[in-house]
């Protein structure tokens, strides 16, 4: 058995000070060569996407406030995006690295994203967004430290280690994305990763007594996964940038896109330090079960953990799940990324003005397998979304031609954009009527998990939403027959990806774009919006864009 010590390195290449309309603010650039490699994944040989030779990348670190820069060499022979699952990108979905809003990197060429990280912190990760290219890697942590002054309701972690689990899949993701092309679902994968590695392959170094900060995120392409440490306890601290009530949990599930930061504190007993303990990473809600494995070791401990392992949560036990998803809530005591408290912003107060209801299904198109939202399956227009927008290239974005509620219309391919008035307060559900795990994301914004329940949605679930200390967060997973209502307060101006996390739900279709735009500017021809970044001096021309 081979052992390698996951070290967690810090590609962070400058500190300068800027001096202009950002006053101050400190820089953080990086520079990545995305590149193939030939690497051995649990067992087998596949061509996997590597960051500055690294599987999974270098860690993404700043500070709420930083102007990010990280231009990237596309070595690949495809073209390529990365997008940055959790930032915000306030106002700037330029920067989005999705292909609503950017065209692609071409290979041999390279391209700076540059953007400022405002009024979050938290755990995130970045992967490429096109061609399913997530199934060879390409994906890495991202950190959002909290500014100096502004207070993190728990003391200084002693360490901090990224914990990236997913699925793989040994097949090569150009022959996995022609399956899917073809009409064919993915099929299940050969195993659970942990941070690139198989299992017993990772180890995490402990001090004795020491409290450490893991940054969970499950990076995979469909499978939901419960996360536990054999004999150590995990405290909740953090979701995609909520400080949450304090609750110490055994295991947890994290889904497809989510993150989490948990504290843990090293055992100081005589003989607890000299044992080493099991990670997993296990299956749940799917037909199959796999997990991923991984160590924690002491100073001096012998290598292989001794006792029982953590036993798995019952694989279909919904109610369980349910109860610790409803668990997780807000800290209203403490103000994440901003000085002033998020308690003193009563979102349960906010008059609603719309409702849109997103349900996901599955349709066939030419005999081939598409997913959709309210019956319509995206498909892409040759130019981004924004680009289109920003030189008026009229007719390619049909207003209303999406349906804001499930309709009983034939099902169909089309490039959805819902107009949203810039700070509306917008109430939205989801409904998962099939029998399958779903995870939603929504670019630029954290929303409020207000409700969730089995069964069909009607206003009368209203009543039972929790409108005081719900969870704010950018990925909601839905049960199977269930539904999830979220609240959202419109205040970023963009073109926002709202997507299946799911990678073949999305490739096949899973996704649409709200459009937020300001006061006056019902006219999408009256763009750019008011206080929305200007388009960037370095865009990429594609499509209709010459
Ligand atoms: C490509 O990289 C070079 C060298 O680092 C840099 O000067 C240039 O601005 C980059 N191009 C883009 C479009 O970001
Ligand atoms: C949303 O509703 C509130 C309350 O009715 C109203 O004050 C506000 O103007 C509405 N938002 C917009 C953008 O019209
Ligand atoms: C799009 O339509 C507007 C209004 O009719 C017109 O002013 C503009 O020139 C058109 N743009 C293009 C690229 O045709």
Known sequence: MRYVVVVVVLFMISLVVLGSSDALAPTVSYEWVVSYSQRSILGANKQIIVINDMFPGPILSATAGDIVNVNIFNHLTEPFLMT??????????????????????????????????????????????????????????????????????????????????????????????????????????????????????????????????????????????????????????????????????????????????????????????????????STRFTNFYMSGLALIRYPNSPID??????????????????????????????????????????????????????????????????????????????????????????????????????????????????????????????ENPIYDMQSWHIDGYNFFVVGMGFGAWSESKGAGYNLVDAVSRSTIQVYPYSWVAILIAMDNQGMWNVRSQKAEQWYLGQELYLRVKGEGQEDPRNIPVRDESPIPDNFLRCGRVT
């Open 305 to 430: 953990p001794v006792g029982p392992v953590p036993s798995a949560p019952g694989s279909w036990d919904y109610a369980s799940s349910v109860r610790q998803a409803l668990s997780i809530r807000e800290d209203l005591a403490v103000g994440a990324a901003r000085p002033n408290p998020q308690g003193s912003y009563h979102y349960g107060r906010v008059i609603v003005n719309r409702t849109l209801i997103f349900q996901n299904d599955v349709m066939l198109s030419s005999n081939k397998l598409r997913y959709t939202i309210n019956g319509v399956s995206f498909v892409f227009p040759e130019t981004p979304l924004k680009l289109v927008d920003h030189f008026q290239l009229n007719n390619t974005i049909i207003p209303n031609m999406f349906p804001v509620y499930p309709s009983n219309k034939l099902a169909s391919l089309g490039t959805s954009v819902v107009d949203i008035r810039y700070k509306d307060f917008v109430h939205i559900v989801f």
């Open 84 to 281: 940055w699952n959790g930032l915000q990108m306030r106002k700037n979905s330029w920067q989005d690295g999705v292909l609503g809003t950017n065209c692609p990197i071409l290979p041999g060429t390279n391209w700076t994203y540059r953007f400022q990280i405002k009024d979050q912190i938290g755990s995130y990760f970045y992967f490429p967004s096109l061609l399913l290219q997530k199934a060879a890697g390409g994906y890495g942590s991202i950190r959002v430290y909290s500014p100096e002054l502004v207070p993190v309701p728990f003391p200084r972690p002693d360490g901090e280690f990224d914990i990236l689990i997913g699925d793989w899949f040994y097949t090569d993701h150009r022959d996995m994305r022609a399956a899917l092309d073809n009409g064919l679902s993915l099929a299940n994968p050969d195993g659970i990763i942990i941070n690139g590695r198989g299992p017993e392959e990772a180890f995490f170094a402990f001090q004795p007594g020491k409290t450490y900060r893991l940054r969970i995120s499950n990076v995979g392409l469909k499978s939901s996964l419960n996360f536990r440490i054999q004999d150590h306890d995990m405290l909740l601290v953090e979701t995609e940038g909520s400080y949450v009530q304090k609750h110490t949990y055994s295991n947890l599930d994290i889904h497809v896109g989510q993150s989490y930061s948990v504290l843990v504190t090293a055992k100081t007993d005589p003989i607890g330090i000299y044992r080493s303990y099991y990670i997993f990473a």
